[in-house]
């Protein structure tokens, strides 16, 4: 726990699966433009699954990640709009991404944003991702095409 973020760490067990439908529903709920709206979790060696939660319960956000190779893992996350423009969504991004590292063993962890979500770009690169490729006209969103910016952070050497 760190300044109030609660990560709490979920894979692989059955149960999961039903907070993850109720932590789903809650973000498709809450999310009217949400992205993943037809997103079905899976739960594999492959992927980790984060919920994170302020204290007294409430969720702020989902996170998971997938392997895709020995040394990367490809990262996702969810924030409730509560949650936009008071930094609380960044930090528990950034909870997440430290998480993330100690939990898979990874060096490197990739993200892609779309341009049109320019928030979204802004909290990637305040957690410490940087640019690293821009993908031309490969995302849809009413119509129109838009690029795709390829992120990455590494871990952090001690």
Known sequence: MSGGVIISRTWLIQPVMLVMEEVFDLLIDDTPDMLFKNYEPRLTDDSRWYISRIEGGEVVGAFWCRRINHVTWEAHANVRPRFWGNGMGTAHCQAAIDLMFEDTGATKIIAICA??????????????????????GSFQRDG????QIHYGISRKTP
């Open 115 to 136: 341009e049109c979500f320019p928030i979204v770009m802004k909290m990637t690169e305040a957690i410490g991702f940087v640019r690293e490729g821009v993908q031309t």
């Open 144 to 147: 129109k095409l838009y690029d």
